[in-house]
T-cell receptor, first 110, second 116 residues
Framework: SQQGEEDPQALSIQEGENATMNCSYKTSINNLQWYRQNSGRGLVHLILIRSNEREKHSGRLRVTLDTSKKSSSLLITASRAADTASYFCAPVDSWGKLQFGAGTQVVVTP | GAVVSQHPSRVICKSGTSVKIECRSLDFQATTMFWYRQFPKQSLMLMATSNEGSKATYEQGVEKDKFLINHASLTLSTLTVTSAHPEDSSFYIC????????????FGSGTQLSVL
């Protein structure tokens, strides 16, 4: 199994701006998932992108996947204060095991 | 979506005591559950995979006798931290796939353990 590594570690933006965070991984994947965690809580699944997909949308979220570069990005458009949270990527290998990176802490100020 | 309930949300205990954390799948059956540990502002570290009706699979470096996992039914997995020490203080989270073939994980709300 492998961890995803998110970049940047922290991101501070104002409401209405877009937030972009990146994830890199090392070996081949079956799919890659993004999760969100509010402070002191469990994680919530945001979006799953398969290894044969390049881009996926869900509401204000846009995820890209570049398997040649072993990287993914998560874009949150028109951010809101409620988007303040930590965001984790989780590459999933053929065994189905998820390993999380350290996450990107996003702070959206009104 | 699927709901995973985790209790307690917070526990404070004395060194040397044991603490049990429960993780329940409320509206689905979970043959597999995952237990994670998280330090402040850090990643979730996978501790073990809990399998209903069989022994848990522990990740490298995780003490089986220290962190006892029992998955006695399709809706309940428990993690018992035995003879707790202050270094065991951490945030523990469980998760489960939403059902057969579901690749997404649904998480409990976590348990903050503080060992005095």
């Amino acid at each position: 199994s492998q961890q995803g590594e998110e970049d940047p570690q922290a991101l501070s933006i104002q409401e209405g701006e877009n937030a972009t965070m990146n994830c890199s991984y090392k070996t081949s994947i079956n799919n890659l998932q993004w999760y969100r965690q509010n402070s002191g809580r469990g994680l919530v699944h945001l979006i799953l992108i398969r290894s044969n997909e390049r881009e996926k949308h869900s509401g204000r979220l846009r995820v890209t996947l570049d398997t040649s570069k072993k990287s993914s990005s998560l874009l949150i458009t028109a951010s809101r204060a409620a988007d303040t949270a930590s965001y984790f990527c989780a590459p999933v290998d053929s065994w189905g095991k998820l390993q999380f990176g350290a996450g990107t802490q996003v702070v959206v100020t009104p | 979506g699927a709901v995973v309930s985790q209790h307690p949300s917070r526990v404070i205990c004395k060194s040397g005591t044991s603490v049990k954390i429960e993780c329940r799948s409320l509206d689905f059956q979970a043959t597999t559950m995952f237990w994670y540990r998280q330090f402040p502002k850090q990643s979730l570290m996978l501790m073990a995979t809990s399998n209903e009706g069989s022994k848990a699979t522990y990740e490298q470096g995780v003490e089986k006798d220290k962190f006892l996992i029992n998955h006695a039914s399709l809706t309940l997995s428990t993690l018992t931290v035995t003879s707790a020490h202050p270094e065991d203080s951490s945030f523990y989270i469980c998760s489960a796939p939403g059902g057969p073939g579901d690749e997404k994980l649904f998480f409990g709300s976590g348990t903050q353990l503080s060992v005095l």
